[in-house]
């Protein structure tokens, strides 16, 4: 099993641009999540999907869109970057967050909008 | 936004030294969940406490899950060289779906 696989792994972008961040995974699961690392800041969480055609917002919602069509799949859109958005990016799953011990994480897309 | 208050920050420890560090919030968790990350990779699981209470180990590490469930401690017992990295505590806020995660303790462990 390839786990949960996050495309591209580095990315570099000029402010206005749009991207979108790819997060697969082939373990079925139902939940998954997408959240954002920056230094001192931890792992903050800015969408998330608890089953296809399902998302809700999480912390910091603002300036991305996620849509969940397939249980595979949940990208993760930024339709207009800006500087704030320099970040490492994480994808991750579940079978059920807190009943079956968190999530499974991808390795990161490292984005930087200049 | 909601936050977890994980302490200390950073640690700079000689092998051998037992560490310890721990997470609070003014929220209840049912789940709390220990994670550690290595550089240039997403963070693994290590630890998860799903009862108030709760003591748990893995090896040379033992959690707990606080009696309030507002609160967690990570012990690393007699560390060595590859313990380095972050480590975040997680928690399941009430009855939502949602993960929260700590702001990490960066760890570094010297010969």
């Known amino acids: 099993n390839a786990g949960v696989t996050q495309t591209p792994k580095f990315q570099v972008l000029k402010t206005g641009q749009s991207m979108t961040l790819q997060c697969a995974q082939d373990?079925?699961?139902?939940?998954m999540s997408w959240y954002r690392q920056d230094p001192g800041m931890g792992l903050r969480l800015i969408h998330y999907s608890v089953g296809a055609g399902i998302t809700d917002q999480g912390e910091v919602p603002n300036g991305y869109n996620v849509s969940r069509s397939t249980t595979e799949d949940f990208p993760l859109r930024l339709l207009s970057a800006a500087p704030s958005q320099t970040s490492v990016y994480f994808c991750?799953?579940?079978?059920?967050?807190?009943?079956?011990?968190?999530?499974?994480f991808g390795s990161g897309t490292r984005l930087t909008v200049v | 936004g909601q936050q977890l208050n994980q302490s200390p920050q950073s640690m700079f420890i000689q092998e051998g030294e037992d560490v310890s560090m721990n997470c609070t919030s003014s929220s209840i968790f049912n789940t709390w969940l220990w994670y550690k990350q290595d550089p240039g990779e997403g963070p693994v699981l290590l630890i998860a406490?799903?009862?108030?209470?709760e003591l748990t180990s893995n090896g040379r590490l033992t959690a707990q899950f606080g009696i309030t469930r507002k609160d967690s401690f990570l012990n690393i017992s007699a560390s060595i060289p590859s313990d380095v990295g972050i480590y975040f505590c997680?928690?399941?806020?009430?009855?939502?779906?949602?993960?929260?995660f700590g702001t990490g303790t960066r760890l570094q462990v010297f010969p």
């Open positions: 406490l799903y009862k108030a209470g």
């Open positions: 997680a928690g399941q806020l009430g009855n939502t779906d949602k993960l929260i």
């Open positions: 991750a799953s579940s079978y059920s967050p807190g009943a079956s011990g968190g999530y499974t």
């Open positions: 373990m079925n699961h139902e939940y």
